[in-house]
């Protein structure tokens, strides 16, 4: 079955450090996406994609980068780690077509102290 | 810019009880409603709505889109301990194919 997936599920780190999340979707999907989840904001768009080598700034995008080097993965990186980036990551996609559901991956918890 | 809000954000009620959840919006060029569930992790589809006035059903679940006053409302009739979850609501533009949720609606239902 297709799906998507996310590594590391949890990780702590220091402040400063750089850390990437990784997402990878076997549907074959061109859009991808990146969000937070905090108690109170909902979900917010961080970088999305619509295809290899195409990257776009979401709401919240500071500190944060991406790279679509092929159609399967859209890995997060934060460069300087900082504790207002302690959240819950999800990493989406979905078809070209802009209409129907996002799937979601489980989420990867990230603590920065 | 465009924006989605829920309400209420939060909810208490006790089995049986029935609970309408809402979710207005504004958003340039709309495409599509979306209702998600999330309970300890990854949010799961519920129902998308394009058209207006056209009920989506699912059980207990039931959701409908007015394009005119820019709201949804999702309804969950005899709730369960079960139904206790955020319920997320996401609206796509055409523009931009991207998805913008609300802060969601966390329901506790209690035995």
């Known amino acids: 079955d297709a799906e998507i997936t996310q590594s590391p599920r949890h990780k702590i780190t220091e402040t400063g450090r750089q850390v990437t999340l990784a997402c990878h979707q076997t549907?074959?999907?061109?859009?991808m996406f990146w969000y937070r989840q905090d108690l109170g904001h909902g979900l917010r768009l961080i970088h999305y994609?619509?295809?290899?080598?195409?990257?776009n700034k979401g709401e919240v995008s500071d500190g944060y980068s991406v790279s679509r080097s092929n159609t399967e993965d859209l890995p997060l990186t934060l460069e300087s780690a900082a504790s207002s980036q302690t959240s819950v990551y999800f990493c989406?996609?979905?078809?070209?077509?802009?209409?129907?559901?996002?799937?979601f991956g489980e989420g990867s918890r990230l603590t920065v102290l | 810019e465009d924006k989605v809000v829920q309400s209420p954000l939060s909810l208490v009620v006790h089995e049986g009880d029935t609970v309408t959840l809402n979710c207005s919006y504004e958003?340039?060029?709309?495409?599509?409603l979306l209702w998600y569930k999330q309970e300890k992790k990854a949010p799961t589809f519920l129902f998308m709505l394009?058209?207006?006035?056209i009920e989506k059903k699912s059980g207990r679940l039931s959701s409908i889109l007015d394009k005119k006053e820019l709201f949804s409302i999702l309804n969950i009739t005899a709730t369960q301990t079960g139904d206790s979850a955020i319920y997320l609501c996401?609206?796509?533009?055409?523009?931009?194919?991207?998805?913008?949720f609300g802060q969601g609606t966390t329901l506790q239902v209690k035995p």
């Open positions: 996401a609206v796509g533009s055409s523009n931009t194919g991207k998805l913008i």
């Open positions: 989406a996609s979905r078809s070209s077509s802009n209409t129907g559901e996002l799937f």
């Open positions: 394009t058209s207006s006035g």
């Open positions: 958003v340039t060029n709309f495409r599509s």
């Open positions: 549907w074959n999907h061109n859009n």
């Open positions: 994609s619509y295809g290899v080598h195409d990257t």
